[in-house]
Structures are given as C-alpha cells and as structure tokens.
C-alpha cells in the first residue's frame, strides 16, 4: 500500500542531500553636447520579473509556461552582450559579475547561450505577451587586465577592437576618459558621471561616435524585439547622453512605440534620481530600503500611503523590494527571509506606486561572487563556465515570482488598473488591509499569528479565489471575512471569481496538524505532497510549519491532505538545502506524525 517516493521528489531529494549531508550537525543556517530628446513616460501598466542570470531558453520558457498565463508582462534579463570571462577569481571562479564588462557588443555568445538562442527567446516572450527588457551595459567596458572575450573576441582595459564582429566599430584609448581615474569624491557629480565606476573603463559618452556605437547595440535589439532597457549605471552617465541616446532609438516591432526604459540611479544629494526622470522611469532604491525594512520591522501599518520616496511620481518610479545587488550587498529583506520577503512582494504587486519588478534569481548562500548554477565548461565554447537550464523545483534556483503568494499577483494588478487606493484596516504595526476600488482588496499579515479580519469592501458581492496564496473568500453585503495567514496575504480580484472548487478552504484554515521534528537552526518544516495545496511535490510551495521555543520540537500548522493523499516533511535551511524524510510516502488523511527515518 506504501509507494515510492515520486521520481521527480526522489531525484531532488537526492540531488539536494549531497550538500547537506557534508554540513557539520549545528550548521547556521558633461557639457550637453547631445540634443535633450525627452523619451515618452512610461505609463505604468506592467508587472515585470527579473530572472537574473537565467539562460535565454529558461527565460523563453518562462515566458510561454509561466509569465504570459499569469499576466507578468515584462521580463528583466541579464546582459546579453559578449562579456569577460573570468576563469578565476577571488570569492570564486566565473563570478556572476563577470557579464558587467562588456568586450563587445556582440550576442553571438554569452554563458546564457547564443545569439539564435537570444533572438528566438524574444521571440517566444513577444509571443506570450511578454516584454523582454535588457541590461543595457552603456557606462563603461572591461576593468582592468586583457584575455579573450565569451564569443572570443580578445580585449584589453582600452581596447575593444570589433565591437560588432564586422570590423566596423571598435574603441580604443580615446573613446573613453576624460577622466581615466577611479570615482573617489562620490559628492562631486563630475567626477561619478566621468571618472570610472569600479575601475571600470568609462566611455566617452560626450563624443558622438562612441554613443553612436551604443545606438547601434541598443537598435539591434530592438530590431529582434527588445521592448526595454534597465539601464546600468544611468547615474553615471550624463544625462545629456543619456537623452541623446534613449530619445533616439527605433521604434520597437510587433509592442509598437518607443522601447520602455528605466534608469538606474542610486538617488542621493549629489545626482537626484529626478535628475534622470525626464528620460524614462527610475529605480527607487528608497522605495527598496523603505518598505523592505518595514515588512522585515512588522511595520507595515502605514504603507498604504507612501511617502515621496526621492521625489519621483508613480509614472517615474521603478520599484523592487530587492535586486541582483542589494540582495548580495545590502539584503534588508530577500528570498533568504522566505514568507515575509514573499509577502512584501506580494503587497509592491497591489499597491498602485511605481512599475514593480519581482526578482528571481539563484540561491548564492553565504558567497556573494558566486555564479549562477552552471554545467561548467564545454569544449569549444569560449564562455567558460555555462549556465546550467533554471529548474525551479531544485533549491539551486530561486523563483520568487512562481511562490504562491507572489503568483497571482500580476493578475491582481492588471485587475485593479489604475483604481485609486482605499484603506480598509489596519490591526497593530504588522497588518494592512486596502481596496483597489471596486476592483480589488488586499490584505497583508506581516506577523507570526492568524489575522481574523472583518472588514468593509468596494468589491461587488461573490465568491473570489484568493490570489495570494490557496483557498476562496466571500463578498457579502458590502462586507469581507478572511483568515489572513500568518506572514501571508489575502488578495481578492474581480477578474479571479471562484469558478468552481468555491467550498474549497478557506485561507489558513484546514485540518490541524502537528508533526515532531528535530531540525538543525535555520531549518523549517514544510508538509509537501501531490495535489497543488500541498505543492505538488515542489518543497518550498508545500505548506510550512511553524514552532517557538515553547512548543519545540513539535510543528504545527493547518493543513488539507485528503483521504489517499501522499505526502512527506521536508526540512528546508536558509540556503533552500531540502532534507525530505526517507522511506515510503504518507498517506492521507493526516494524523498527528513523528518525523522519523523509515
Ligand atoms: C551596476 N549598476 O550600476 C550593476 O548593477 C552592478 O552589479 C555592477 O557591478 C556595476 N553597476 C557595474 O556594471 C558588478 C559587481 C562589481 C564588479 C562589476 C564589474 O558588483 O563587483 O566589479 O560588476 O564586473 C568587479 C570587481 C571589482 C573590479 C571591477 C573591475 O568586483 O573589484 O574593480 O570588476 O575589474
Ligand atoms: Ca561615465
């Protein structure tokens, strides 16, 4: 009566073993020169998800599988110009950052895949509704040193010699400086907009042939069906160039109208992010530190009215709860904090401020250098260390934006448009409920309890799925009642009417369970199984477990495993190791358990 594992569970589980088995017991967890060509705004209708280092067919993917059915509409990819290649490095070898130094211009080859590989990738995502935006590298080239290129083309710090692989274009000393110096007074604004970011070789942007270059880059993507750039290091270009550059590139086939950008700008006293607002939208970094740390804090009460986070309107702002770099070098709040870091995604997606980007990338542990999962070398492939296909089922890759409360969120916000934002409750500093008009209501439990929550609402009466998480609720006279899990969300849609399965649960309702389990510090119990509530075997989108040190080592939690339903504990850390129990699978209904090695 007992049956396997399932193979897809059993390969993980072995697959994921290894690293945890070799851990000790108690491991812890200018002048203008240019034109100001004021690009159009951006208005601020998409939702986009930054799969960081992800390869071009995992994207593509992405795109047809996941992000087109649910409503994502943009995807933010890493660059896909020829970059360095760094054998080895300090803090590890092909680090992440390598793809930062362009040697060329060039898509022919990247540790992502091929130019064909690029092309049918946009292809794909265009097809599905889905814009792909790139980091466009225009600051700067390679830092210091000389070695051959990821398409093979060979560099040195200034020396770029075909930029396009056709022996039209390259750059050479004079293309870059004036100032051939490292950035050290970061309060004078000429000296971070000419003078080299890293040590990085910064290009001459005020001469008109070196941004034609870059024009030429930006319009080839355009032409395969690039709908946007983010722009790396916009702050340190000046904005004269950036104007010249972003207001003057094609028009972009099949979406139509001008590419979207925004611009990365480290806002501060020195280079305002407004400074860059007439150009197209704008990170804000205070946004990020803001509402980060107060969902980190339990401190969400206030946030349905935002402050004017550097001075930049919705239609300005980009916005992200984390990126590639501060989640490596100032990780208020991340994947590595699990539901609470799910949850704050979750509430950027259905709040009306900004573009919001949702960030998913690899798990990196305790090495910030450390690349992305990688199939090493393959002979002939000047590449170096190859990006291995993204498998979100494994804890090696981190995909934020397919966690269940995170999921149906671009949907939400697609529901409410431009629906202005009214408060409904709030429950102490950790918990916040708002409608979106008559369109949707949210609310958000940044604690370690169940919200019970009444609450009034716009939303016309009817049963809705809750599109942050499992279970349905019902609109009745006017009137909401939801159990708002602990650290989870209840969002409700006018586009997400329950269809059937209304009578399902209930959000953060089902059976009570508890299971004793010994767990290493770091370590959190997950019930997983085959039906979609209990994660279909995906370990982080089983159903967790909590405990405190009065109750330890016994976990609870509520919890639907029917009659017949197989299911396990697994143990996942902080790093996404997943230890499953060993032997056969359980079987429901679920009684009281004791994790053991049978
Ligand atoms: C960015 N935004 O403005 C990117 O988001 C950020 O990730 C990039 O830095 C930076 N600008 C340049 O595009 C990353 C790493 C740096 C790395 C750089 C170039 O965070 O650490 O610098 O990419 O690869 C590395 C070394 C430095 C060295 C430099 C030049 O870490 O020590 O000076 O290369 O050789
Ligand atoms: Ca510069």
């Known amino acids: 009566m007992h049956r396997r594992t399932p193979l897809k569970a059993a390969a993980a589980a072995a697959l994921l073993l290894l690293p945890l088995t070799a851990l000790p017991a108690s491991a812890a967890p200018l002048p203008a020169s240019a034109e100001a060509t004021a690009a159009p705004t951006t208005p601020n209708d998409e939702t986009l998800v930054q799969l960081f280092q992800w390869n071009w067919d995992s994207v ?24 360095v290649v760094i054998p080895f490095a300090e803090g590890g070898d092909h680090p992440w950052w390598q793809d930062y130094q362009p040697v060329s211009y060039r898509l022919d080859n990247t540790r992502r895949g091929t130019a064909a590989e690029f092309a049918a990738m946009v292809a794909t995502c265009r097809d599905n509704g889905v814009r792909v935006y790139v980091d ?54 000429e000296e971070v907009q000419n003078c080299q970011l890293v040590g990085l070789a910064d290009l001459d942007t005020a001469d008109p042939q070196v941004r034609g270059h870059i024009k030429r880059y930006l319009n080839g993507l355009i032409d395969l069906g690039v709908g946007g750039f983010r722009v790396d290091a916009a702050k340190h270009v000046p904005e004269a160039h950036i104007a010249d550059i972003f207001g003057n590139l094609n028009t972009v086939p099949g979406f139509g109208g001008a590419p979207r950008v925004f611009h990365e700008v480290y806002g501060d006293a020195t280079v305002p992010y407004t400074a860059y607002a007439p150009y197209g939208e704008v990170t804000n970094f205070d946004y990020q530190r803001d509402v980060a740390g107060k969902f980190k804090d339990g401190n969400i009460a206030g946030l349905a009215r935002l402050p004017d986070y550097g001075g930049l309107t919705s239609e300005q702002a980009t916005v992200f709860i984390d990126n590639h ?73 981190v995909c934020s934006h397919r966690h269940p409360t995170v999921a149906g969120m671009a949907a939400f ?29 949210a609310a958000f439990n940044a604690t370690g309890d169940v919200w019970r929550l009444t609450a009034d609402t716009s939303l016309p009466d009817g049963t809705y799925d809750n599109a942050a998480g499992g279970g349905a609720a019902t609109v009745s006279d006017g009137r909401v009642t939801v159990q708002v899990p602990a650290d ?9 009417e329950c269809e059937d399965d209304c009578g399902g649960p209930d959000p953060g309702t089902g059976d009570p369970l508890q299971a004793i389990v010994h767990t290493n510090w770091g370590q959190e119990v997950y019930v997983v199984g085959s039906t979609p509530e209990l994660g279909s075997w995906n370990p982080t989108q089983g159903v967790k477990l909590s ?49 053991d090695q049978r």
């Open 136 to 189: 466009a590298v225009v600051n700067h080239m390679t830092g210091d040193g000389d070695g051959v290129g990821s398409a093979g083309t060979s560099w040195a710090k200034y020396d770029h010699p075909d930029l396009f692989g056709d022996g039209t274009a390259s750059y050479d000393h004079d293309d870059f400086g004036p100032c051939y110096e490292e950035i050290a007074n970061w309060n004078d604004k």
């Open 488 to 496: 989870g969300a209840v969002a409700l849609h006018v586009d997400g």
């Open 325 to 397: 770099d501060t989640q490596r070098y100032h990780p208020t709040l991340t994947y590595k904090d699990g539901d609470r870091y799910h949850l704050a995604a979750a509430f950027m997606l259905a709040h009306p401020y900004g573009t919001p980007v949702v960030t998913s990338g690899y798990d990196f542990g305790d090495n910030v250098t450390e690349g992305p999962p990688s199939i090493g070398n393959v002979e002939g492939n000047p590449a170096g260390w190859i990006t291995e296909d993204t498998d979100c089922s494994t804890g090696a890759w």
């Open 547 to 595: 405990t405190d040190a009065a109750t330890y080592p016994t976990w609870s939690g509520t919890v639907t495993i029917g009659a017949g339903t197989e299911w396990k504990l697994v143990k996942i850390d902080g790093s996404g190791n997943v230890e499953w129990e060993t032997g056969s699978n359980r079987i429901g209904p679920a009684t009281d358990v004791t994790w």
């Open 413 to 441: 916000r697609t529901s409410a448009g431009d629906t202005p934002l009214v408060q409904r409750a709030t429950d102490g500093d950790g918990r916040l409920a708002f409608d979106r008009g008559a369109r949707g209501f």
């Open 60 to 83: 593509a993917a992405e795109c047809a599988d996941f992000l087109g059915p649910n409503g994502f509409s943009g995807v933010q990819v890493s660059p896909p110009q020829e970059h």
